[in-house]
């Protein structure tokens, strides 16, 4: 299977009115060019999860996640790299036909075991996987070796890092937390939460932080409807910026990410002169649960 390919990674600057009229220099992080499968951030993420279980000689990774799950496919990719077994826990009884996420998964020799939701959402092993033999990665990558690997992501920008903004995508808030590890003392972190209402995210991030800190904040108002809910205006949306930049976005995460960020720079939300950096996160696989035709890449 294809390596990782970290050279691959550009930031790309962004030329939208919005910016430009605002005085707002924008640029994109590319992470998603780093593998077609294991994308964007869920790499970075769980690179020292997979170093950890490799100097406890685990033999298998265990891991939870639903359907679509960017987390799940990342993990079945980097264990088939590093050739460690691994076990996807999966939300929800076994469907009739696995979406395209959990084939490829499976593809790749990962193990798949399906758990009712009500059982899921106490994050649930099987007995029969709690063995000393597994490793077990929390959903979504979430916990501080989750953060640390995240903190390399801000490495990846130019060497002089001189934005004044870094914006990202939030979820677990994982990736949040580790921007903010290796920011600099002057940088803004700005999470927009993909999920609706969860306000308890500025708490999961806080659990990852050593002290508490001013520099991030986290956005409630671009969920689009909640987690992985999308709208004909969101689609367009997506639509409008691959046309203007040639850069896929995925409706879960990167789209509303954009969406915010144009959004606030048109509302000078950014001072004049800000430079602000997205990232662009990947997880361009879950585009796959569209109908065909929705997007225009
Ligand atoms: C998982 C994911 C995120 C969210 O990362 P967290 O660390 O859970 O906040 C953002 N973008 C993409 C594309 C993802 O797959």
Known sequence: MQDINLNAITTDRLT??????????????RLDKIHPLISGNKWFKLRYY???????HKKKIVTFGGAWSNHIMATAAACRLHQLECTGIIRGEKPPVLSQTLQQAASLGMQLVFISREKFSDSYIPDELKTDNNYIIPQ?????????????????????????HVCCAA???????????????????????????????????????KEPD??????????????????????QFMNGWYRQTNIPLDFVYTAKLCFAAMD????????????????????????ASLKKGTLIF
């Open 16 to 29: 939208h009115a919005c910016f430009t009229e605002n005085a707002v220099e924008a640029s994109m992080l």
């Open 50 to 56: 997979l170093e950890e279980a490799k100097q406890q």
């Open 140 to 164: 979504g990558g979430y916990g501080e070796p989750g953060a640390k690997g995240a903190a390399g992501i801000l490495r990846m920008a130019d060497k002089k890092n001189t934005h004044t």
């Open 171 to 209: 979820g677990t808030g994982t990736m949040l937390a580790g921007l903010v590890h290796a920011a600099s003392p002057e940088q803004k972190v700005i999470g927009i939460s993909v999920l609706k209402n969860n306000y308890q995210l500025e708490k999961d991030v806080a659990g990852l932080l």
């Open 214 to 235: 001013q520099r991030f904040s986290v956005l409630h108002d671009y969920h689009f409807g909640g987690y992985a809910k999308c709208s004909t205006t969101l689609i």
């Open 264 to 287: 606030l720079a048109g509302k000078k939300y950014f001072p004049g002169g800000s430079r602000i950096l997205l990232i662009h996160s990947g997880g361009l696989t879950g585009n």
